[in-house]
């Protein structure tokens, strides 16, 4: 099961009984998922979703709360290549009904479509139960495991912005763009992703998200840390075998024991462990000095060496 699946799984079974909270919640699926076909008879509304436990929610919202004869259907989409979940509601009056109950149509006989329900997302848990109705209907959230994205697909630009207010409202930054002929309203930092989870109240999936977040961040500091780590062994290695070859040099054309005390010192150190950084070396000298110190003589060591290799250049 996908993430996305698992989280319409738990919002799908989420307990709602105040009519107020479902018409706002019906008022969000309505236009992701609802076509509305007219006929000799008048209108039908056919709700599509792939979701199981979304179709046994409409079709109980639209039997219990209206008593309306809804009756469902499963066919393959052999487009898709799914299974389709087909909600039916096609008497004339109680769609009439219920398209008025949830403000979806403002004129009778015209039948201009609103797609700003504000009359039915008044107050917070309202616009929860719109934002959960939308994702019920068209939303899907990426497995936190690869990356983080979760968006809303609408097919009225309208539609997809006053979702975005709606969103927004609770202090998210939900962006709208266009892709091909559709709306899409998405999220893609993951703490606003699962605020939004927290939102429409698919908690489980929340506390998972979050979950696989933070041992998705330790993992990520743990490599950054040891490629830190890599990248400074291997720029002490690459030194360390400079400095090596350049007191070879030295003792082979001048002799260590004709450097000065300190330099001398440094270089049999360096001679005993290629490994030591700057830092343990400060620490080792006899009286101890400050890694810029030892950098310092290592750089003298280098412009003597320098100078050896001049005059073997010019032979």
Known sequence: MSFSSQVKDEVAKLKVDERNFILSELSGLTPMCATMYYNSGGIRLEYVTENAPTARRVFTFLRRTFGFNAYVSNVKSKQLNKNLYIINLDDN???RLLLDELKYTQDENVFTINYSPRELTDSSKEKKAYIRGAFLGSGSVSNPERNYHLEFVSENEENAEFLQEMINYFGLYSKVIKRKDKYVVYLKEAEQISDLLSIIGAYRSMLEFENIRVLKDMRNNVNRIVNCETANLSKTVKSSYDQIE???IIDKRLGIEKLDDDLRE???IRLND??????????ILDPKVSKSTVNYRFKKIKRIAD???GDINEK
């Open 246 to 248: 350049d007191i070879k």
């Open 307 to 309: 100078n050896l290799r």
């Open 266 to 268: 440094l270089a049999k």
């Open 93 to 95: 009056e109680s769609c």
């Open 274 to 283: 290629r490994y030591l950084s700057l830092k343990d070396i400060a620490n």
